[in-house]
């Protein structure tokens, strides 16, 4: 069921890069390998720069376009999904980056296309 519109996505985008940024060093990401804490803290800035620049009503300048942003969200989240395989990471390390990942496949899986009305 396609239900997550442009506009939630929109507001959905702030406090996840907010997130990705806090989050690690809250849980105190890191123990496994330190590239747990710095990947999503990265991440996060890149994914608030990016929704600063999308073309969304949320947006601070008009950079780059709405379907550009969804591709870098699927990249993400198959990243964030990879990463623990790739970089050993274990426990909550580990986790943080599977929920994360599904959670972002998630919410571009259930993209509503937008409509030309």
Same mark, same amino acid.
């Given at each position: 069921m396609k239900f997550v519109t442009k506009r939630i996505h929109a507001f959905l985008d702030y406090p996840v890069a907010i997130a990705l940024i806090a989050l690690p &060093?809250?849980?105190? @990401? =890191?123990? #496994?390998n330190a590239l747990a804490l710095w990947i999503s803290v990265i991440t996060g800035i890149a994914a608030f720069v990016l929704t600063v620049l999308t073309d969304h009503h949320l947006r601070i300048l008009k950079v780059l376009s709405?379907? &550009?942003? @969804? #591709?870098?969200? &699927?990249l993400v989240g198959l990243t964030f999904v990879l990463v623990p395989f790739l970089f050993s990471f274990k426990g909550i390390d580990a986790y943080f980056?599977? !929920? *994360? =990942? +599904? +959670?972002? @496949?998630?919410?571009?899986? +259930?993209?509503?296309?937008?409509? *030309? !009305?």
């Open positions: &060093f809250l849980l105190e @990401l =890191g123990k #496994t709405y379907k &550009f942003h @969804l #591709t870098v969200d &699927f980056y599977w !929920i *994360n =990942g +599904a +959670a972002v @496949l998630l919410v571009v899986s +259930a993209h509503k296309p937008q409509t *030309n !009305i």
